[in-house]
Each structure stands twice: as structure tokens, then as C-alpha cells.
């Protein structure tokens, strides 16, 4: 765009020239009437363009309207003749990019709580390779209510009883001040957690009271000295708010993950600043990697101080999956110390809200499924898992989605950019840029005043209770009583043009203390990326052992491990 026109912008937003070319028509035929006597359209036509323009400025029902007056509409005319039109558009109903229209459209009914029936059955090829669907019951249940929910930190002094649908995480600062008030008075009302991302607890967090997940993450905004480090007496203020339920460390997100940020200092408003405990104007720093914490046993340790500091809050930690040998340093630590966290949350990297580099939006981190297999697995094998929460993030919007990820061994699932259509959000893809249409993901006082938080809570609050209603009659419909008792063998998918599979027959599942007994040599490595990768993995580092081409050690713990976890044997 040339300089000109973005000054111009600056000083006359473009978005408002067609409603003031209305007036300038009407005013331009009002002088033509009264000195020769002609004009009386143009009067009638400008005025009415005006008036059409004043009055999407100031409802409060749709953003688009009231940041784009007039022009606007010819997003909903063309939704409106879409199926007559439809081979002139580029995007077909079913290309996601990154969600589908018909995605985006089942959000937006849900939120508005508008029918979302198909007529006529599905418009979705059932017999393309991936398809999958869920196994039905001659036997279904009839449940009472919808609102699942599972118990968080069960051994904590303060667990938490949480839904299986949540905000994930979003922070104020790449969202709106209007776009988070309406985000967590949606939670408040519909009793789910919403998630603060790593910007910390704001003013429009706390003002609406919904159960928040305080995201920690390596710049340590909210609980911070002036030179960037963790401070304990910054995080005690906040953590034993009420309104904060989990403390969540963030080690990487599926956006860009292993990636730091920084948020320029013209960005950084007195808001902003308050929230992170940062200062006004100054570049607001998230590093690439932590600083409390090193290794996997110092991560351990950093999360069992933190619990200890919020009064035995629940206290977990959040990750995209990348090197195998990081994880499995991770579980190594747990067993030496015979610690855990109260949740884990994998994080996809087909998930994120925020601008990121191409390279790391499209070939960095593992997507949500092969990462939640491999978390999920691991614990399983270690004896683990039922002392552990799996949180799921990465391109979560329907009910089937989260029936999926929790097959896959989820206990729940988060959604943002769901969430964010509940907002309103239409995709446009601006959100780096502050010139969001409909005020989501902008600071800009102007346009984000086009989302009123009392209408867009009441959608925040129908999206999630519409969703779960959904997943209920799928629950229903396979003969459960619970999301969490859907397993891989409920799901089925085509691999091809005649054969299909259960997921539970497609991946690999490890057996309850599998992993256990082939680290002590009782049983083969049964699947290779353990035989390859955790003999590599280190408690005491990132680092992997250095692999000269022989087979290092298959284990660096000891007997101690076994007493901590109540094992029988060894596992040295």
C-alpha cells in the first residue's frame, strides 16, 4: 500500500468512504435541487446510504458492520447467494485453509444458537481416504446432562473440577480488551476455564470473574523482577487469586514452536504493561527458552515450588512435541524424583493464533496427533498416566473433535481460534497487523469497539454450551456415558477405497507399564522410537547422550526410582 494512503488511512480511515460518499451525494443533490430544480435521487439515494451507515455504526450485533459501515454488506449478500454462485468462489465449502467455510459456519450457528440440521444428509465424501466416523451402539444411553466435566490435580489441596471443552490460550495483547472480557465472562457463565497465554492476568480477565488457567511462560510477565527473572513474591500475589485455578508453565506453543517473541515497545500499553510487569513503551521480551528452570529435574522441581507457592494449586505444563529424547528426559525426571505435574497440554502445531514465521506455521513441531499419542503412550507405558491430566489443543472447533482427541487419550480438549469465531473472527487472516475487521485480534481502540462484549459473551457462552450438547448426543449415540470413555476402538477410518481400520488397529498403543518392563530388560523394545530414543534421553539435560555409534546405556536411573514409585524391581 503506498505511504499516502496509509496516512491517509491514518486520518480518515478508508473503511468510512463509501458511507461519505453517500453524504457527499446527498448533499451534492440537496444544492442541485435547490438551484435548478433536479437531484431529488441523488438526495434520496445519499441519504439513505448515510442513514444505512449510521445505523450499522452503532447496533452492536456484527463487528464487520460497524468497522466497514455500508460496504460490509456485501460480505453477507454474498454469504446470502453463496450456493447459487458458488463455482465463482475459489474456497468450496469443504478446503480448509486453515478451516473450512463449513467449519466456520457450524461456529457461528452454534454461537448464535441458530439450528445448525443438515438437510438432505452429509455433503462430505464418504469414501475419500481419511474419512472417519464413530461406531454407533444398537444401545444407546440418555444422558441428563451435557456439562462433562473431569477432576484436575486430584491430589492437590485445591483441585479443580474442569469442562471438557476450554479457551485455550490467548493472550490480552494479541487480542482485544473487549475480545477477552467477552471471552471470560462467556467462561464465567458457562463454568469452563479460560486460559490467559503467557501475557498474563489483565484488568479484562479479572473484571468479568471466570475460572482463568495462568499461563506461565519464559518471559514470566506477571511474576517477574525488573530484570526479566522469575520472581516468587510476583508470583504468590497472583497465583492465589480465586479466580486463578491452574498454573500452566508454557515450554512451547504449536504456532512457532521453540520460537521466542517480542512485542515492539509502541505496543506496549499502560494496560499491557500493568499485566505483564513490564514498562510502558519498552520491548516486551519472551526468550526462546526459560531461565528458572534447565533440565528436565530442575522442571520438576520448578513446578513443585510453584504448587507449594499457590497453596497446592494444580501445576502443569504445556508443549508442542519435538525431539523424542526432551520428553522422555522429562518422564525420566518424574521417575527420579517420583514427582509429576497435575496436567500436561499438547499443543499441536497445526494450532496458534499468533503471526508466525512460514516456516515454523508450516514445518516445525509435531501435529496434535502424533504428539498426543506419543505423551499419551509414554505415561501409559511408564505407569503413569492415571496420576497425569492430558489437555489436547490444535484445530479443535466440533464436537467430533473432541470426541477424537479425547479417543486418542485426551482427558480434554482447548480451542482458540473456535472461540475466536465465536467472537466473531471471519478468517481474514490481519491479526499481526492490528487492522482485524471485527476487533478480535487488535489493540486498536476504533475497531475493536465494533465487538460489544454483552452480545458476544451470550455467543462464547451458546458455542460452548451448543458443542457439548453435540458431543453429548455422539456420547449418547455409541452407548456411553461419558467422553471419557471413548477409546481409539470407537473411531473408524478409511484407508483406502475398500478397507478400513479402527484407530485403535491404525496406531500403536502401549499396554500399562509396557515401557517399564522393557527398560528393565524383561520384554523387547515393541516400538522403535522407544528402542531408538530414550536410551538417549537424559534427566539431568535436553541434551541427548552422545550417540558414537554404539548402543549407550538403556537406562541412567537407578533403584531409588523403583521405592519412589512403589515399583517392584529395579530399573537399572
Given at each position: ?19 461519505l ?5 446527498a448533499m451534492a ?15 434520496a ?18 463487528a464487520?458492520l460497524?468497522?466497514y459501515?455500508?460496504i460490509?454488506?456485501?460480505r453477507?449478500?454474498?454469504?446470502f447467494?453463496r450456493?447459487?454462485?458458488?463455482q465463482?468462489?475459489i474456497?468450496?465449502d469443504h ?13 457461528y ?16 465424501d464418504v ?16 444422558l ?18 474442569a ?13 482485544s480488551?473487549?475480545a477477552?472480557r467477552?471471552l ?7 463454568g469452563?476455564?479460560?486460559?490467559t497465554?503467557?501475557?498474563?492476568i ?7 470473574g471466570?475460572d482463568l ?6 518471559g ?19 497465583a492465589n ?13 504449536g504456532a512457532?514452536?521453540g520460537h ?12 499491557i504493561?500493568?499485566a ?13 527458552a ?6 528436565p ?11 507449594r ?11 508442542c ?20 505435574p ?6 499441536g ?7 508466525a514465521?512460514?516456516?515454523?506455521a508450516?514445518?516445525?513441531g509435531?501435529?496434535?496427533?502424533e ?6 503412550n509414554?505415561?501409559?507405558g511408564?505407569?503413569?498416566r ?13 464436537a ?6 479425547i ?7 482447548n480451542?482458540?481460534?473456535?472461540f475466536?469465531?465465536?467472537l ?11 487492522a482485524?475487521?471485527t476487533?478480535?485480534a ?15 459473551t ?16 455422539l456420547?449418547?449415540?455409541a452407548?456411553?456415558k461419558?467422553?471419557?470413555e ?17 484407530l ?9 507399564g509396557?515401557?517399564?518392563a522393557a ?14 530414543y530414550?536410551p538417549l534421553?537424559?534427566?539431568n539435560?535436553?541434551?541427548p ?6 548402543e ?10 523403583s ?10
Amino acid at each position: 500500500m503506498p505511504a499516502w494512503l496509509i496516512a491517509l488511512d491514518r486520518h480518515l480511515p478508508i473503511r468510512y468512504l463509501t458511507m461519505l460518499s453517500f453524504c457527499t451525494l446527498a448533499m451534492a443533490g440537496a444544492v442541485a435541487w435547490a438551484v435548478w430544480g433536479v437531484g431529488a435521487w441523488a438526495v434520496a439515494l445519499g441519504a439513505a446510504g448515510f442513514a444505512l451507515g449510521v445505523r450499522d455504526m452503532a447496533q452492536s450485533k456484527r463487528a464487520v458492520l460497524r468497522n466497514y459501515p455500508v460496504i460490509g454488506h456485501m460480505r453477507y449478500l454474498l454469504e446470502f447467494i453463496r450456493p447459487e454462485i458458488r463455482q465463482y468462489f475459489i474456497e468450496s465449502d469443504h478446503e480448509a485453509a486453515p478451516f473450512s467455510r463449513e467449519q466456520r459456519s457450524m461456529v457461528y450457528q452454534r454461537a448464535k444458537g441458530e439450528p445448525d440440521k443438515r438437510p438432505f444428509g452429509t455433503q462430505v465424501d464418504v469414501h475419500r481416504e481419511g474419512y472417519e466416523w464413530i461406531n454407533h451402539s444398537l444401545a444407546p444411553t440418555t444422558l441428563d446432562s451435557h456439562d462433562f466435566r473431569i477432576t484436575i490435580g486430584g491430589a492437590c489441596a485445591q483441585p479443580y473440577s474442569a469442562s471438557v471443552f476450554n479457551i485455550s490460550a490467548m493472550s490480552f495483547g494479541a487480542l482485544s480488551a473487549n475480545a477477552i472480557r467477552a471471552l471470560n465472562a462467556g467462561a464465567k457463565k458457562g463454568g469452563f476455564m479460560h486460559d490467559t497465554g503467557e501475557g498474563s492476568i489483565s484488568q479484562h480477565h479479572r473484571a468479568p470473574g471466570g475460572d482463568l488457567v495462568w499461563e506461565i511462560g519464559s518471559g514470566y510477565f506477571g511474576c517477574r523482577d525488573a530484570q526479566g527473572r522469575f520472581s516468587e513474591e510476583a508470583f504468590v500475589r497472583n497465583a492465589n487469586e480465586p479466580q486463578v485455578k491452574l498454573i500452566e508453565v508454557k515450554l512451547s506453543q504449536g504456532a512457532k514452536p521453540g520460537h521466542g517473541g517480542v512485542l515492539p515497545g509502541p505496543k506496549v500499553t499502560q494496560e499491557i504493561a500493568e499485566a505483564r510487569g513490564v514498562a510502558v513503551g519498552q520491548d516486551c521480551v519472551s526468550p526462546a527458552a526459560h531461565t528458572a528452570f534447565s533440565t528436565p529435574l530442575e522442571l520438576i522441581d520448578f513446578m513443585a515450588r510453584l504448587r507449594r507457592l499457590s497453596n497446592g494449586k494444580p501445576v502443569g505444563f504445556k508443549f508442542c512435541v519435538g525431539h523424542p529424547w526432551e520428553w522422555f528426559g522429562i518422564c525420566k525426571a518424574m521417575l527420579e524424583t517420583g514427582q509429576t505435574p497435575d496436567f500436561i497440554v499438547v499443543d499441536g502445531a497445526e494450532g496458534g493464533t499468533g503471526a508466525a514465521p512460514v516456516e515454523f506455521a508450516d514445518h516445525m513441531g509435531a501435529p496434535l496427533q502424533e504428539g498426543l499419542l506419543l505423551v499419551h503412550n509414554t505415561l501409559v507405558g511408564l505407569g503413569l498416566r492415571d496420576r497425569i491430566r492430558l489437555g489436547a489443543s490444535g484445530k479443535i472447533v466440533s464436537a467430533f473433535d473432541i470426541a477424537r482427541a479425547i479417543a486418542l487419550g485426551a482427558d480434554w480438549c482447548n480451542s482458540a481460534r473456535g472461540f475466536m469465531f465465536a467472537l466473531g473472527c471471519i478468517q481474514a487472516q490481519h491479526c499481526h497487523t492490528g487492522a482485524c475487521p471485527t476487533g478480535v485480534a487488535t489493540q486498536d481502540p476504533v475497531r475493536q469497539r465494533a465487538l460489544v462484549v454483552s452480545d458476544k459473551t451470550e455467543r462464547v457462552y451458546r458455542f460452548h454450551d451448543n458443542t457439548l450438547h453435540a458431543l453429548k448426543e455422539l456420547v449418547q449415540a455409541a452407548g456411553l456415558k461419558h467422553p471419557g470413555e471413548l477409546s481409539a476402538r470407537h473411531i473408524v477410518r478409511r484407508i483406502g477405497n475398500d478397507e478400513v481400520r479402527l484407530l485403535q488397529d491404525q496406531f500403536d498403543f502401549l499396554q500399562p507399564g509396557e515401557l517399564l518392563a522393557a527398560i528393565r530388560g524383561e520384554t523387547p523394545w515393541s516400538h522403535e522410537v522407544y528402542r531408538r530414543y530414550w536410551p538417549l534421553a537424559r534427566a539431568n539435560s535436553f541434551q541427548p547422550l552422545r550417540d558414537d555409534g554404539g548402543e549407550p546405556p538403556l537406562v541412567q536411573t537407578g533403584g531409588a526410582v523403583s521405592a519412589k514409585l512403589g515399583l517392584a524391581e529395579s530399573l537399572s
